[in-house]
């Protein structure tokens, strides 16, 4: 289902049009029927001559009410742009038409109403010659031009034919499993409570679903759906739709609040964007300067961070960081137009870059701009790259999301870009939420891996007798998303970058080195142990003789064995008593705790430290007072 919305000066008959064509009228206010001039923005719906059906936005074109007009032309597909035959190209034409320009909107008819109140040939075709030549350098060159009259009906149906050949050309609207209503009317109906209205795009809506209203945090349930009046179980993209909500107030909701599903989309104050400064501007565009925005039916203040100049003379294009004073809702690619504040005018528009930056850069950063560039005007594998490079590490569905990519066309550039080793594919573990695998260029993978080399590489000269750092103090500081350095990591491993021994992970080439003193130490301690291997010194003592860090080592490295709590022997030492332990039980079967300590010539402890770790293992087993040989 199409969009299209009316454009044009004040009292040059749009909603006469509108009415004529579809049989309603779009001045709903009583204050609008009264003055006949429309003020806030007016809907209807026709049928084309082939049955389709198409929405039509009526907008008002009092220059008092340029904001309405830009909340209605967000969403549109084609324009109707309006100019009366008896006084021509008038000033809000060409302010209608600019915004329409900027917006990219090029599908459109020009209809040239009032037709029957000129009866002079050679006016008339003086009017179509000025609206060709003021066409031509716009979005809507080449559009159909057709005198037209809502009083006698003449040229009403060449009117129809030629949108429906104009928007015949329209893509259809991407579906990115995303949906959002960018509202442009709410009301409350008896009996049915809150409505709003607004084009969907992005995505689709159903009845039950659960929604969020942005910004606000507001939430609802989708109670109806409907289209034109009729009633409908699932809303389309690109669809005119009123949603009748559950669990929210009317007067709760403003024009320019999105309808969105539960955590697909967050608001931003701060957007990247590309712009281009109208060549009738009536002034340069300054670093700094305060500025209204239109997005969608949003409205926000603004103060212009002009990149990589210090101004925008009139029909220059430039990169901008808009800061805006109150939070909106906004995608990449999503067209903008900005307006001074006082005296009204439309200074121009863009295209969205990335609506979430993560600061403010500086004004003059050069990669900035030849990032900015690519991710405008590059080869979808440039986009994509210059996309990860804004984003660090992004799944890969919400980067083919973000830069609504047909799947074929993103598949083939993702696949041009990790073979040539310019994006990096991280394979999650299958518990991972997103099947798709997380994406990082190689710029950025690269400083990731060096941050967790680095950690590792100061850990280790911190604590050279430890096997590595524990798992949990690694991931802790990793700054970032949890699963996007657990996916990271878990990369490096497979590459054998860092290894991961006994919950610990290290550097490939690190080994434990105790230094010269230390090791001194360790041969002086390991003589105690060797000249009475089964009274040695307790864990107590060997902690005041060497140092905790270095028994930690010596557990490591196996040359020592730690029985319960306080007993420490050498691993030879342990390994011949067990020994000795299997031959007497094999011969006499069972063994006491005294028996175990005569054996050796050592204490009680010992022995029933050592009979305990034998316990433990399966190689002993008591029964009482004895053990017995298990295996």
């Not at 809506?205 to 759906?225: K, M, N, Q, V």
């Not at 050498?570 to 020994?579: C, F, K, N, P, V």
């Amino acid at each position: 289902m199409k969009v299209i919305g009316t454009a044009g000066h004040v009292d040059h008959g749009k909603s006469a049009l509108v009415r004529v064509l579809t049989g309603i009228n779009p001045d709903r206010l009583r204050e609008e029927q009264e003055r006949e001039m429309t003020i806030d923005l007016g809907f209807a719906w026709m049928e084309l001559p082939d049955g389709e059906s198409v929405g039509i936005i009526d907008v008002p074109g009092h220059i008092d009410f340029i904001d309405n007009m830009l909340a209605g032309v967000g969403g549109i597909d084609g324009a109707l742009l309006v100019i009366a035959a008896d006084e021509g190209v008038m000033p809000q034409t060409r302010e209608h038409l600019s915004i329409l320009d900027l917006l990219d909107v090029d599908l459109g008819v020009v209809a040239i109403t009032k037709s029957d109140l000129v009866q002079d040939v050679d006016w008339m075709d003086l009017v179509v010659e000025e609206v060709r030549e003021l066409i031509q350098s716009t979005s809507l060159a080449g559009a159909p031009i057709i005198p037209v009259s809502a009083l006698d009906g003449s040229g009403l149906d060449s009117l129809k034919h030629a949108l429906q050949q104009v928007l015949a050309g329209s893509q259809d609207r991407l579906d990115l499993s995303r949906p959002r209503l960018p509202i442009d009317r709410s009301f409350s109906i008896s009996g049915f409570g809150t409505v709003v209205t607004g084009t969907l795009i992005d995505g689709s809506f159903s009845i039950g679903d659960e929604i969020h209203i942005l910004p606000g945090e507001r939430t609802a349930r989708i109670r109806g759906l409907q289209t034109h009046q009729q009633k409908i179980e699932q809303a389309r993209p690109g669809s005119r739709v009123a949603i009748n909500l559950a669990g929210v107030e009317a007067a709760q909701i403003v024009r320019g609040q999105v309808v969105a599903l539960p955590g697909q989309y967050k608001t931003t104050r701060r957007i990247d964007v590309s712009f281009r400064l109208l060549p009738d501007a009536a002034q340069t565009l300054v670093h700094n300067q305060q500025v209204k925005m239109y997005h969608g039916a949003a409205q926000r203040s603004a103060r212009v961070r002009l990149l990589g100049v210090d101004k925008l003379e009139p029909g220059d294009s430039g990169w901008l960081q808009l800061e805006l004073a109150s939070p909106i809702v906004a995608a990449r690619g999503d067209k903008f137009v900005l307006r001074r504040p006082s005296p009204g005018a439309t200074l121009g528009g863009g295209q969205i870059l990335e609506p979430h930056p993560t600061y403010r850069y500086k004004r003059n950063d050069q990669t900035v701009l030849t990032r900015f560039e690519s991710s405008l005007a590059g080869t979808p594998a440039e986009q994509i790259e210059a996309a990860l490079h804004g984003s660090g590490p992004i799944w890969q569905d919400d980067l083919q999301v973000k830069l609504a990519f047909p799947e074929a066309e993103f598949l083939s550039a993702i696949e041009e870009l990790e073979r040539s080793g310019r994006l990096v594919m991280i394979e999650p573990k299958s518990s991972t939420p997103n099947p798709e695998g997380l994406l990082v260029d190689r710029g950025t993978f690269s400083q990731l891996q060096d941050q967790i080399l680095s950690l590792l590489s100061e850990y280790h000269d911190r604590f050279p007798l430890r096997a590595g750092m524990p798992m949990q103090e690694l991931r802790s500081r990793l700054k970032g998303d949890t699963r996007v350095m657990q996916a990271v990591l878990e990369r490096l491993l497979s590459e054998e970058v860092i290894l991961l021994q006994v919950e610990r992970f290290s550097l490939p080439d690190f080994e434990p080195l105790p230094s010269p003193e230390q090791q001194l130490a360790i041969n002086d301690l390991l003589g105690q142990f060797r000249s009475n291997p089964y009274n040695t010194p307790s864990v107590k003592q060997v902690k005041e003789s060497i140092g905790e860090e270095p028994l930690s080592f010596l557990l490591l490295t196996k040359q020592l064995i730690q029985l319960g709590p306080d007993v420490l022997l050498t691993t030879d030492d342990y390994s011949t008593m067990e020994s000795e332990v299997r031959n007497r039980l094999r011969q006499q079967g069972t063994m006491t705790i005294a028996d175990v300590r005569d054996l050796f010539n050592t204490s009680r402890k010992y022995a029933l430290a050592l009979m305990e770790q034998l316990d433990a293992r399966g190689v002993t087993i008591r029964e009482g007072d004895t053990r017995r040989l298990l295996n």
